[in-house]
């Protein structure tokens, strides 16, 4: 069975994911902009790394959007269409 925090890690890399492809990124464009190995990303991904607050900011950054947004209280989009 999975942590709590394991699921939580899981759940954050989806929406790392879901924003990267939704904003038309490779996974290695994506790391290039971090300054991460495509491995270091994919890790994000896949929750099996946490990502520090100045990456997690960066990575907003690139996804024109929140913080808040990226660890999923609210995808920026879904804000768009309410």
């Keep these: 069975m999975l ?25 290695s ?7 991460v190995a495509p491995r270091t990303l994919a890790a994000y991904e ?4 946490e990502i520090g607050i100045t990456l997690a ?3 907003a950054n690139i996804y024109g959007t929140t913080v808040r ?4 209280k609210k995808l920026s989009w ?3 269409d309410a």
Aim: charged content about 35%; overall charge positive; hydrophobic content about 30%.
């Design 3 to 27: 942590s709590q925090n394991r699921i939580i890690l899981k759940n954050v890399g989806d929406i790392f994911k879901t924003y990267r492809k939704k904003c038309g990124y490779s996974r």
């Design 29 to 35: 464009e994506v790391a290039q902009k971090l300054g």
């Design 46 to 49: 896949r929750g099996e790394r």
């Design 57 to 59: 900011v960066r990575l």
């Design 69 to 72: 947004c990226l660890l999923g």
């Design 78 to 80: 879904e804000e768009e």
